[in-house]
C-alpha cells in the first residue's frame, strides 16, 4: 500500500509525503540427501511500514531565493518486523542541491538494520569430510571437516552510509547523464 500527498505548502513549492505499507512472506522447504531425513521448513512473515518526506527550501521557479538554486530535504523512516528474527528501523536524511538546470548534487546519511537471511538463521548443520582447504599460517593444504549450516544466534547488522552525488545532463544527446556517486 502507498499514499502520496501533498498536505503542506511551504513558499518553495509543496511538501510531499509518502506513507507505505506491506507484508511479505517467504518460505523454504527442503531436504538434503547429506542429512537423510532432515528436513527443513523455514518461514518468514515481513510486516512494514514507512514515510518520506521532501521539503523544498530554496526554488527558481517561485522565485524563494533563486539565486542558490533548487534545494530540497529528504526525510524517511522505516520499520520492518520480521516474524523469526524481530523489529527492524532504518532512517535516512538527504540534500538535493539542483545548482543549475542541468547540474544537480546530492548528499545523504543512511542508517539501516539487516537482518540475516532465512537459510543463514535455520539451515540444518551439515559436516563435509576431508575437504581440501589452504592453511594459509602453514603454507599448505590439509584435509579438514568443514561445518556450515545456519546459526540461530546470529545479530542484526547495523549499517552507517554517507552517500555522495552529482549529475549532469549532457546538452549532447537527448535524456543523457553523467553520473557520479561516493
Do not use: C, M
Amino acid at each position: 500500500f502507498t499514499a502520496i500527498g501533498h498536505p503542506i505548502h511551504l513558499p518553495a513549492g509543496d511538501a510531499s509525503v509518502t506513507l507505505d505499507a506491506g507484508f511479505d512472506w517467504d518460505q523454504i522447504n527442503s531436504t538434503d540427501t547429506r542429512n537423510i531425513g532432515v528436513n527443513t521448513k523455514l518461514t518468514r512473515g515481513d510486516l512494514s511500514g514507512g514515510v518520506n518526506l521532501s521539503l523544498p527550501i530554496t526554488s527558481r521557479r517561485n522565485n524563494v531565493l533563486a539565486g542558490i538554486g533548487d534545494i530540497t530535504a529528504n526525510f524517511s523512516a522505516g520499520l520492518d518486523h520480521l516474524s523469526d528474527f524481530g523489529t527492524l528501523t532504518n532512517w535516512s536524511a538527504g540534500l538535493n542541491w539542483g545548482i543549475t538546470e542541468k547540474l544537480n548534487a546530492q548528499a545523504s546519511y543512511i542508517v539501516r538494520d539487516a537482518a540475516p537471511g532465512l537459510s543463514q538463521l535455520g539451515a540444518p548443520a551439515i559436516v563435509n569430510y576431508n575437504v581440501p582447504v589452504y592453511d594459509f599460517t602453514n603454507g599448505r593444504t590439509v584435509l579438514a571437516n568443514v561445518t556450515t549450516g545456519g546459526n540461530p544466534a546470529l545479530k542484526q547488522e547495523t549499517q552507517h552510509d554517507l552517500k555522495l552525488g552529482l549529475s549532469y545532463q549532457l546538452p549532447i544527446f537527448d535524456r543523457s547523464t553523467i553520473q557520479l556517486e561516493y
